[in-house]
């Protein structure tokens, strides 16, 4: 399935969130039956995550937006595990810092972009501020507005410098959300998760739809573009952004390095006799 052209938004697209349902699955998968392929994409951004990072001459960003309990963090367990930490990170964006407060917004989102060879997922993202700084107006309009071209504009500079740039909305439903709370407050192990806010937070669930479909609107451009991904399965989940990124990362024409060394010489110099060579792959896991 082209998950990434079924779920992409197109610059310019308008976007009701009440028309997509966050139960899609797809005609013919099931968990069991999506379980090889997010091993298979899973796999294949673990070979070409090595790849980016030999290659040294591009990066990757992953953005990840939602509203509470859709996934996040999940996403960034199950998918991003087998890459090498070696090059990848996760960025969680709290309320901003002293610090990162007294500088403009998109600061403290330049300074973790992901350097060449990087991949760097944002778990949250420079978006907070046209989202809960709207909703909770902790900005005035003149201001938060103005925001949507000022990210177009840095994001198009990060692309230029070889970032590739993919953002996911993670689509629930409110049910689900509630669903899922509940079950934190079952789960001991998951009781450091909970807070009060989640609950204040549900009942401006149409002012936070609201602030998503401008921001999904206004910043999904060809080269960062967002994708709406169905989420109250978490396996459906799983399974469509895998081969989003999977797919994009087969474009990026990633490649290992010429070696720099003349490794006849280096041979001949210390009588290192020609043995089978090492099956392709065995390191593409990033090893
Ligand atoms: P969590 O993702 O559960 O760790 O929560 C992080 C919290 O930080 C969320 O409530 C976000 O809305 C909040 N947050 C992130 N960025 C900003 C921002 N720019 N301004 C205000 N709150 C933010
Ligand atoms: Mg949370």
Redo the contacts with the bound molecule.
Sequence with gaps: MNYRKKFVVDAGEKVQLSKIDPSYTGKHESHEKAMPKIQEHIACMDKLQYLLYADGNQSLLIVLQAL?AAG?DGVVRHLFSGMNPQGTSVF?????SKDEAAHD?LWRAHLRAPGKGEVVIF??S?Y??V???RV?K?AEKPVWSKRYDLINDFEKMLSNNGTRILKFFLHISPEEQLERFKQRLDDPSRHW?I?D?DYT?RELWPKYIEAYEEALEKTSTKYAPWHIIPANHKWFRNLAISEIIAGTMKEMGLKLPPTHVDLEEIRKKYHIAEQEQVKQGSKGSGA
């Design positions: 509470d996040k969680g964006f709290k309320q901003p917004f778990n949250r420079h907070e501020d989202l809960v700084v909770h902790l998760k807070s806010a937070e």
